[in-house]
C-alpha cells in the first residue's frame, strides 16, 4: 500500500515538475490537437503575425496552479463545484406558464400592429422578442411576427423562422397576444416613417417604463394603426412592470421560444459526444433538444453507462469586447496599438467621448472590475475551485483575441478542452457556418446542458440568458459559476505573493457568494435571475 501510495506521489511530483519546467519555457507550445486545429483555421486568418509567443500575466499563479493539479491528479476527491452550493436553490420550480385567474388575456379590441425589427446577435434578439411580447400585451396591440435586423458585426441574414419554431411561438401565446406572421396587405404600402410610426432606440430611452410607452407609443399606435420599433435594444426596464406582464416576458423567454428541429438535431449531436451519451438527463435537455434526445428510463438506470461530465466555460474574449474596455492585457506594445487602431475603426463615438473626458488609466480600470477576464485568470479561478485537469471543458464563443499565443495558458492546465468546431465534423457544421446566430444557438446549448456553466462576463448576453434558463429549469442542480470582477481583480493584484491556499479560499468565497439564492433584486432582469414570484414558484 504504502509503495503504491509512494510511487503514486512521485509520480505526481513528476508531473508537476514538468509542468513547471513547460511553464518556464515560452516557446515551447503543447496545445491539445483539437484547439490548434481551430485556431488555426480561424484566427491566422485574422491575425497574420501567427507566430506570436504566449502572453500570461501570472507566470508565479499559473506555476502554483500546475502544481495543485499535479497534486490532485490522482487523487479521488472531486470539487464542490459540481454542485449547486445552496441546497435552497431547488425549492423554486418553473411556473411562468401558470394559467391564473389574473391574466390579463387577449384585448377584446386591438389597438393596431406592433412590428419589431430587432438588432443585435442571438440572445439581444431573443430578450427585444420577449419585451415585444409584453409591449403588445400592454398596448393591446397585435404584435406581428419580430423580424431580425442584418447587421455588418454578425453578418447574419437569419429570420425569426430559421432560430425558433414558429407556429409553436404563436400556439403558446396564443391566449394572451394575437400574433400574426405578417402585416395585412393593406397596410403594407404604408410609408411608416413618413407617417411618424418608425421608433427608434434615438426616440425611446434605455430600459424605459410602461408609462413611457403608453405615453409616447400608445398614441401613435391608436392615429396610425401601426409602429414600427427599428433596434429595440434593451428598451424596456424590468421595474417598476404590472405582475402580468412580466410573467408574459418569462413565459416568453422560458416556454415559447423553441429552436427549430435543424438547430436542435445538431445540438443533441453536439451533447450526444461530449457526454459519450445518448439519452436525456434532465429537464433541460428535454427544453433545448426535444425528440432529438430520447429519455430513456431503464438505459439511465444502468451504472455501468454514465454519462462523462463537462464544464462549460463562455470567455467572452474576443476584441470587440477588450477593445472597448480600455484596459490593457500584458500583451505589450503590439496589443496596445493592435486594440487603439480597433476602437479608432469601429467605436468612432468612444473615441469622441473620450476626448472630452478625464482619462481613467488601464490599472484603475482594472482595479474597479472592469476588465474581461483573460483565458489565463479563467483557468486560475477554475483551478482555484479545484477542477481536475482532466475536467472536459466546452468553450463557447469564437474569434479568441491573440489566438494560441493567449490560450496557452488555459490549454497548458486544462487540455480537455473541445469546441462545436472540433466536436462536429465539417459537414455537420456547414450549414450553420455561414450564420453567427445559429452558431450561437449550438454554445447555448452546449452551455445551458452542461454540469457546470462557467461565465467571465456576466453582462454579456449569452451569459446572462444562459445561467437564467440554468437557474429556471435546472431544479437547484444546474450550477453557474460567476466571478466578481472587482473582487478578483483585488485577489490578483497579490498575484506576486499571495499563497496558494489562500489565494483558493478566496476565489471560492467569491464564487460562492455569486451562487447565494435571493429573490430577484430592484431592477434586475428577469430572463438572467427568474427567481421571483412572476417567474418561479416556490415549492
Ligand atoms: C386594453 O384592453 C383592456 C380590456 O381588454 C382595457 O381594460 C385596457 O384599458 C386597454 N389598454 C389600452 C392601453 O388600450
Ligand atoms: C457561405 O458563404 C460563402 C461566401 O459567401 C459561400 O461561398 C458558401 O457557399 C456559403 N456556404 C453555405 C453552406 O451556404
Ligand atoms: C501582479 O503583481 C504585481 C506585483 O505586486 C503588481 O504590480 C501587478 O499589478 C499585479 N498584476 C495584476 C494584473 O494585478
Not at 312 to 339: N, P, Q, T, W
Not at 381 to 388: P, S, Y
Not at 500 to 507: A, K, P, Q
Request: glycine share 6%; net charge positive; charged share 25%.
Amino acid at each position: 500500500m504504502l509503495i503504491v501510495r509512494g510511487a503514486l506521489f512521485l509520480v505526481a511530483s513528476l508531473g508537476a515538475i514538468l509542468l513547471w519546467l513547460h511553464l518556464k519555457k515560452p516557446y515551447v507550445w503543447i496545445l491539445s490537437a483539437q484547439y490548434l486545429n481551430k485556431y488555426a483555421k480561424e484566427d491566422k486568418t485574422t491575425y497574420s503575425k501567427e507566430e506570436k509567443p504566449p502572453v500570461q500575466m501570472y507566470g508565479r499563479l499559473l506555476n502554483l496552479a500546475s502544481n495543485a493539479l499535479a497534486e490532485k491528479e490522482f487523487k479521488q476527491e472531486k470539487s464542490n463545484f459540481w454542485e449547486e452550493q445552496y441546497q435552497k436553490a431547488s425549492v423554486w420550480k418553473p411556473c411562468a406558464d401558470k394559467k391564473d385567474s389574473e391574466s390579463l388575456g387577449k384585448p377584446d379590441k386591438s389597438n393596431g400592429y406592433l412590428m419589431v425589427s430587432a438588432n443585435g446577435g442571438l440572445n439581444q434578439q431573443r430578450v427585444a422578442i420577449c419585451n415585444a411580447v409584453a409591449l403588445a400585451s400592454l398596448l393591446n396591440a397585435t404584435l406581428v411576427l419580430p423580424r431580425f435586423l442584418y447587421s455588418n458585426v454578425w453578418k447574419d441574414p437569419s429570420q425569426f423562422g430559421d432560430i425558433y419554431q414558429e407556429k409553436y411561438f404563436m400556439k403558446i401565446m396564443k391566449d394572451d397576444v394575437n400574433i400574426i406572421k405578417e402585416l395585412p396587405s393593406h397596410l403594407k404600402s404604408l410609408d411608416i416613417e413618413a407617417i411618424g410610426s418608425l421608433i427608434t432606440d434615438s426616440d425611446i430611452v434605455k430600459e424605459a417604463k410602461p408609462s413611457d410607452y403608453l405615453q409616447k407609443v400608445l398614441p401613435l399606435l391608436l392615429r396610425n394603426g401601426v409602429v414600427h420599433f427599428l433596434g429595440f435594444g434593451n428598451r424596456l426596464g424590468f421595474d417598476p412592470m404590472p405582475f402580468q406582464l412580466q410573467r408574459l416576458r418569462c413565459k416568453c423567454n422560458f416556454h415559447a421560444l423553441k429552436f427549430v428541429p435543424k438547430i436542435q438535431q445538431v445540438g443533441s449531436l453536439l451533447i450526444k459526444r461530449i457526454r459519450k451519451y445518448d439519452f436525456a438527463q434532465s429537464m433541460l435537455d428535454k427544453q433545448l433538444l426535444g425528440d432529438f434526445m430520447p429519455s430513456s428510463a431503464s438505459k439511465m438506470n444502468d451504472p455501468t453507462r454514465r454519462p462523462s461530465r463537462y464544464l462549460a466555460l463562455h470567455l467572452r474574449f474576443e476584441v470587440d469586447m477588450i477593445a472597448y474596455s480600455l484596459c490593457e492585457f500584458g500583451g505589450g506594445e503590439d496589443e496596445k496599438r493592435e486594440l487603439k487602431a480597433y476602437r479608432e475603426s469601429h467605436f468612432p463615438l468612444l473615441i469622441e467621448r473620450l476626448k472630452n473626458s478625464k482619462p481613467i488609466s488601464p490599472s484603475e480600470l482594472r482595479k474597479l472590475g472592469r476588465c474581461p477576464l483573460t483565458p489565463e485568470e479563467a483557468a486560475l479561478v477554475l483551478t482555484g475551485l479545484g477542477f481536475k485537469r482532466g475536467t472536459h471543458i466546452y468553450l463557447a464563443g469564437s474569434h479568441m483575441h491573440g489566438g494560441e499565443s493567449r490560450m496557452y495558458p488555459f490549454t497548458s492546465l486544462y487540455p480537455n478542452l473541445v469546441t462545436k468546431e472540433t466536436l462536429l465534423t465539417a459537414s455537420e457544421l456547414a450549414p450553420f457556418r455561414n450564420f453567427s446566430s445559429q452558431m450561437a444557438a449550438l454554445d447555448f446549448i452546449a452551455c445551458a446542458t452542461s454540469d457546470v456553466f462557467a461565465m467571465t462576463d456576466s453582462g454579456s448576453q449569452l451569459s446572462s440568458l444562459v445561467s437564467g434558463f440554468r437557474t429556471y429549469y435546472g431544479g437547484g442542480h444546474a450550477p453557474n459559476l460567476r466571478p466578481n470582477k472587482k473582487r478578483l481583480a483585488a485577489i490578483l493584484s497579490e498575484n506576486s505573493t499571495i499563497g496558494w491556499n489562500s489565494f483558493e479560499d478566496r476565489v471560492r468565497k467569491m464564487i460562492e457568494e455569486g451562487q447565494r439564492v435571493r429573490i430577484r433584486g430592484f431592477g434586475r432582469s428577469i430572463y438572467r435571475q427568474p427567481r421571483c414570484p412572476e417567474c418561479m414558484c416556490k415549492s
